[in-house]
């Protein structure tokens, strides 16, 4: 294989083994009593940050300034897109989970075609199939589902298209990078999550998130998550 071959086949596995870490890992956090989903998001959001900003000091990218009010939209749906996957892994299984997101794909496909008349070719469109009924079949005699696991499924597979379809937009409006949008895409976020937790989770409260016994096994799971 060529230079740029192997380097595109790196990152690819790159992100493959640490997609399934932080999935594990976030299911073994809310299995051992960690249920604090937005807490746990907006700790995704400020390390996010963080390794973007170690990034960008090792030259991997030049920060773009950018309006915050610019990016406000796009981190609203940030926020929904990680959050409710973060509910979803909670209340699934991590094979019901992964089965669930598998049809982001086909909910993409259909969103381009309904919102901006833009179709695949039909040999890739034939390829889909497969892909819903087996999600369909898999769904219908799986033990594990439960009303709230697909509500917050349901509510990731949608929230993802739609961010996804929405980030290029706003790369291509803002003339700005994947990283470069990140950047102020994830304080931003984080902040405005912070302003909804004291409202949504017990924080406070004696079986609150400040009261949490923090075992050794839990810590690791979060702070590996």
């Given at each position: 294989m060529s230079s740029p071959m192997i380097t595109a086949a790196s990152y690819m596995a790159l992100n493959f083994c640490t997609s399934i870490l932080i999935i594990w890992t976030n299911k073994l956090a809310y299995q051992n009593g960690f249920k604090w989903a937005l807490s746990l998001t907006?700790?995704?959001?400020?390390?996010?940050?963080?390794?973007?900003?170690?990034?960008a000091r090792c030259g991997m990218f030049a920060r773009k300034p950018l309006k915050v009010t610019s990016v406000v939209p796009i981190s609203a749906a940030f926020c929904g897109f990680v959050l409710f996957n973060n509910l979803s892994l909670q209340y699934n299984a991590v094979g019901m989970?992964?089965?669930?997101?598998?049809?982001?794909?086909?909910c993409i496909v259909s969103l381009q075609f309904f919102l901006y008349n833009i179709s695949l070719p039909r040999n890739q469109l034939i390829a889909l199939v497969?892909?819903?009924?087996?999600?369909?079949?898999?769904?219908?005699?799986?033990?594990?589902?439960?009303?709230?696991?697909?509500?917050?499924?349901?509510?990731?597979?949608?929230?993802t298209s739609i961010y996804q379809i929405w980030v290029k937009t706003e790369q291509s409006n803002l003339d700005a990078s994947s990283q470069q949008l990140l950047y102020y895409q994830a304080p931003v976020s984080a902040f405005m999550l912070l302003c909804i937790i004291p409202f949504v989770e017990d924080i406070f409260g004696p079986e609150g998130l400040i009261n949490f016994h923090w075992e050794p096994t839990v810590t690791i799971y979060v702070l590996l998550s």
């Amino acid at each position: 294989m060529s230079s740029p071959m192997i380097t595109a086949a790196s990152y690819m596995a790159l992100n493959f083994c640490t997609s399934i870490l932080i999935i594990w890992t976030n299911k073994l956090a809310y299995q051992n009593g960690f249920k604090w989903a937005l807490s746990l998001t907006v700790l995704h959001f400020l390390m996010t940050f963080i390794g973007l900003e170690i990034c960008a000091r090792c030259g991997m990218f030049a920060r773009k300034p950018l309006k915050v009010t610019s990016v406000v939209p796009i981190s609203a749906a940030f926020c929904g897109f990680v959050l409710f996957n973060n509910l979803s892994l909670q209340y699934n299984a991590v094979g019901m989970y992964q089965l669930l997101k598998v049809m982001t794909t086909p909910c993409i496909v259909s969103l381009q075609f309904f919102l901006y008349n833009i179709s695949l070719p039909r040999n890739q469109l034939i390829a889909l199939v497969p892909i819903c009924i087996g999600v369909a079949i898999a769904t219908v005699s799986s033990i594990d589902v439960n009303f709230w696991g697909m509500f917050w499924g349901i509510a990731g597979i949608l929230s993802t298209s739609i961010y996804q379809i929405w980030v290029k937009t706003e790369q291509s409006n803002l003339d700005a990078s994947s990283q470069q949008l990140l950047y102020y895409q994830a304080p931003v976020s984080a902040f405005m999550l912070l302003c909804i937790i004291p409202f949504v989770e017990d924080i406070f409260g004696p079986e609150g998130l400040i009261n949490f016994h923090w075992e050794p096994t839990v810590t690791i799971y979060v702070l590996l998550s």
